[in-house]
């Protein structure tokens, strides 16, 4: 499995370098391309070390897996914000905390002394978030099994096979469309987190981080409060949530809304405006990004 992994990690890195020079423009060479990538792809679960960790990870995540493998890290430039933003004794929320990528970084981070808590509904990610936390005999993390949304309830939640990642509590925000779901129980922050000092929130939840901010009107007024999320109109929508009054009611409790632009590497300030031309842009009007919010 190792020589397996290293050498469809070797054959992913020739093809971008070559790829990117248009050799995927010489006829028949994509489809000789694209069988040499099935023969060499691992199958199941694959455990890769990622910043010294153990990260067990599903071959068939096509979006987390590749970027692991290809590069050694996800979103590199917010993981080094995340992570420099961070310190001792911190709490801090994981929102749609996947396998734990995240999780177990910040866990590193705020050592001992501090607590992550993991959300993450989808019993695949579930599974291998719990996993991931065992290998790396984690004591600071605590894993729960629930969907974050406004309420108490319960909801289904939709899931892409080849991109666990895109979970979603809307069919509509599937990539390729599928009628799987799972029935999950939901919660919302003011419920779990009554008086608490919570440093830094991370959510990547597909869509429904409207949901999550409704339920969240209590904690939104700590000072000193971290997010960082996921913007994406279409989703958002999809959710029944209006995006715009999302950013118009996060900046009323007087937080900053930062891009973060992992391609350049930046972090700058943005309006409302700027917001929706860039989300309008690029994949037929539904793209998303990334913000950074400081009260």
Excluded at 121 to 147: C, D, F, H
Excluded at 225 to 236: A, D, V
Excluded at 267 to 277: C, K, Q, T, Y
Aim: a positive charge; charged letters at 25%.
């Amino acid at each position: 499995m190792k020589l397996k992994l290293h050498l469809h990690k070797f054959f992913i890195n020739i093809s971008t370098i070559f790829f990117g020079k248009g050799l995927g423009r010489i006829p028949g060479l994509l489809t000789i391309h694209t069988q040499i990538y099935k023969l060499l792809k691992p199958r199941g679960v694959v455990k890769l070390s990622i910043f010294g960790h153990k990260l067990y990870v599903n071959s068939k995540d096509k979006n987390i897996f590749s970027y692991l493998l290809k590069d050694g890290v996800y979103e590199p430039f917010e993981t080094q914000l995340i992570r420099s933003m961070l310190k001792k004794g911190d709490t801090v929320i994981d929102i749609g905390a996947n396998i734990g990528y995240y999780t177990l970084l910040m866990a590193e981070t705020v050592g001992s002394e501090g607590c992550v808590y993991a959300f993450e509904p989808e019993p695949n990610n579930y599974g291998l978030l719990t996993k991931n936390i065992k290998a790396n005999n984690y004591s600071n993390i605590i894993p729960v099994q629930k969907a974050l949304s406004d309420k108490d309830g319960s909801i289904k939640v939709y899931c892409d096979e080849r991109n666990f990642s895109g979970a979603t509590f809307a069919k509509e925000n599937l990539a390729i469309k599928s009628n799987n779901f799972t029935e999950v129980l939901t919660t919302s922050l003011d419920k779990c987190f009554v008086d608490s000092k919570i440093r830094l929130i991370k959510i990547d939840t597909q869509g429904a981080e409207g949901l999550i901010m409704a339920g969240a009107q209590s904690l939104l007024k700590n000072k000193n409060l971290i997010i960082f999320t996921e913007f994406w109109p279409y989703g958002l929508r999809n959710m029944g949530t209006d995006p715009k009054e999302l950013l118009r009611t996060l900046r009323e409790y007087g937080y900053t809304i930062k891009l973060i632009d992992e391609k350049n590497k930046t972090l700058r300030d943005i309006n409302n405006e700027e917001i929706f031309a860039i989300c309008a842009s690029e994949k037929e009007g539904k793209h998303h990004i990334n913000l950074l919010l400081q009260s």
